[in-house]
């Protein structure tokens, strides 16, 4: 059997948004997705606006006693009202139409989880583990399924610029909270968990968090 006919596009004719695509997770999710035969919109507005935080407020240490609320606001503003406006108006659009469509966002394993610090962060991820388990609930109706990801730390460029460290220095520091050795998280392993939750193969999961982080040990 040729080679051709075993490998199937699972989004072919189906239209994607891709948000924050210009690098990292969202460029490979775009690139993975267009090579599913996906049409493509991708923005890259979201990554412009993390930039900006990062340059502004740097690393993100707050705890609840020195906590930022200005820092807060723009943290909230790019991690909750940006997806909560990209599900209302992608949703929407889908329910006026009539199409069973699906949204994947991207959230954390920090959504499932407490801290000592960067408190403002794991607020930001909570809720938005939050709104897919209500959009979700609310959206089946119409046949849209509402999903997200939640990754551990993955080697991108705003992770080094968080972090202060390159590919090799994160998969040191990162690998023993996670049960799985000798395999580094990179944003393909993600973008494939995203493609899996987009197409038809996972048809009937609806409101999950699926966690992409290697079994992390707390």
């Given at each position: 059997m040729a080679e051709?006919?075993?490998?199937?596009?699972?989004?072919?004719?189906k239209v994607a948004i891709v948000t924050g695509g210009a690098s990292g997770i969202g460029e490979v999710t775009a690139h993975v997705f267009a090579k599913h035969g996906a049409r493509m919109v991708v923005i890259a507005d979201v990554k412009a606006m993390v930039e900006w935080t990062v340059k502004n407020y740097g690393r993100s240490d707050q705890t609840v006693l020195d906590l930022d609320l200005s820092a807060l606001d723009h943290l909230f503003a790019i991690n909750v009202r940006g997806t909560t406006a990209c599900v209302k108006h992608s949703t929407r659009a889908m329910v006026e139409r009539g199409v069973r469509g699906t949204i994947v966002c991207t959230a954390s394993i920090a959504a499932s989880r407490d801290a000592?610090?960067?408190?403002?962060?794991?607020?930001?991820?909570?809720?938005?583990?939050?709104?897919?388990?209500?959009?979700?609930?609310?959206?089946?109706?119409?046949?849209?399924?509402?999903?997200?990801?939640?990754?551990?730390?993955?080697?991108?460029?705003?992770?080094?610029?968080?972090?202060?460290?390159?590919?090799?220095?994160?998969?040191?520091?990162?690998?023993?909270?996670?049960?799985?050795?000798?395999?580094?998280?990179?944003?393909?392993?993600?973008?494939?968990?995203?493609?899996?939750?987009?197409?038809?193969?996972?048809?009937?999961?609806?409101?999950?968090?699926?966690?992409?982080?290697?079994?992390?040990?707390?």
């Open positions: 051709s006919t075993l490998w199937k596009k699972k989004l072919e004719g000592f610090q960067k408190i403002d962060y794991y607020m930001s991820k909570h809720a938005v583990l939050g709104l897919v388990r209500s959009a979700s609930t609310q959206l089946g109706e119409h046949g849209v399924r509402v999903n997200c990801v939640s990754p551990a730390v993955v080697a991108t460029p705003m992770s080094y610029s968080a972090f202060g460290m390159d590919a090799e220095q994160l998969h040191e520091a990162f690998e023993s909270h996670s049960s799985l050795k000798g395999v580094a998280l990179k944003a393909e392993h993600v973008a494939d968990a995203t493609l899996f939750l987009a197409s038809d193969d996972s048809g009937f999961v609806n409101g999950h968090d699926l966690l992409v982080d290697g079994g992390w040990l707390d």
